[in-house]
């Protein structure tokens, strides 16, 4: 009996070892569509759009559905969302984390590209010396006229965007530092918006400070983010802090629901590979924010011009 079962291993063993060398062993993917989120950045969209284009490459269904970028890691860990392609950690990270302790959110990788989520000034603010010691966060007792706005009361204007991304996050930041008594905070109610101000502000040769991120298309003209004190953990006031600190110098990365992997383990294998570098997300923005494609179009011209940067990650 012993020697039996034995022989009949060795003979198991052999045959897989021979089907291994012709035919990888690979479970199909589920048919069912992976769901990707779109939220209300460029990149962001864009990249739901080459990813869902990847894994469509590959035999897949996907589905996209408008959310919350907050809300969004929940509907991760029920299942309702497949996956997330940008997790910023400044924004978004203890939203993510918060999920995974829950049970059902998985870290499904880093993209190559490190971020920075922080307000700032396009980079003439600086050249012209339009408030003397900038980036540094001190310079900003000195200039708050410099930033006023028709809409400020006399206060230096901060325009940051919709209040969805992070709270009362920066409004606290400039309370905790001192500045609250010459500093308003506005909340722009979209990203274009921020876009549009920084255009007029541009042609008028004002000053103005806004939030702002890198990755993003504005890396190229120039963005100088202001110096705040260095992030620590816990340094926020929603996390227990004083709130008087920066934005971390933070990671991007990938979110999925836990049985992604098992229903579909090829689309899961290949976004586990998905990488972007600081160029490549930037290019996506830009070719939504400057070039004014369409999200889908700037996905496939996307796609199209950099085959040699997505097909090895589909291998
Ligand atoms: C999440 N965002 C990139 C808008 O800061």
Known sequence: ???????????????????????????????????????????????????????????NNVEYVPADSQAVYEAIRNGDVTISHEVWQSTFGKSFYNAMAKGGVIDAGTHAASTLEELGVPHYVIEKNLCPGLPKWEALKECAEV??????????????????????????????????????????????????????????????????????????????????????????????????????????????????????PAAYTAFTRISFTTTQVGQMAALVDIDKLSHQDAAKKWLADNEAVWKPFTN
């Open 147 to 264: 930033f006023a706005t028709a809409d400020s009361g006399g206060k230096g204007r901060i325009l940051e965007g919709p209040q969805s991304w992070h709270g009362d996050l920066m409004p606290n930041r400039i309370k905790a530092l001192g500045l609250g008594d010459k500093y308003v905070v506005k909340f722009a109610g979209g990203a274009d918006a921020i876009w549009a101000e920084l255009a007029s502000a541009k042609k008028e040769g004002r000053g103005i400070i806004t939030f702002n991120w890198t990755p993003n298309f504005t890396d190229a003209e120039g963005f100088d983010f202001i110096e705040f004190p260095a992030y620590a953990d816990g340094c926020r006031i929603v996390d227990g802090g004083d709130g008087k600190c920066g934005s971390p110098k933070g990671w991007l990365k990938k979110a999925a629901n836990y049985k992604f992997p098992k229903t579909h």
């Open 1 to 59: 009996m012993f020697t039996k079962v034995l022989k009949f291993a060795a003979v198991g063993a052999f045959s897989v070892s021979m089907a291994a060398a012709t035919v990888p062993a690979m479970a199909a993917d589920s048919s069912k569509p992976i769901v990707i989120p779109t939220h209300n950045w460029s990149s962001q969209v864009v990249m739901a759009y080459v990813i869902g284009g990847i894994f469509e490459s590959m035999g």
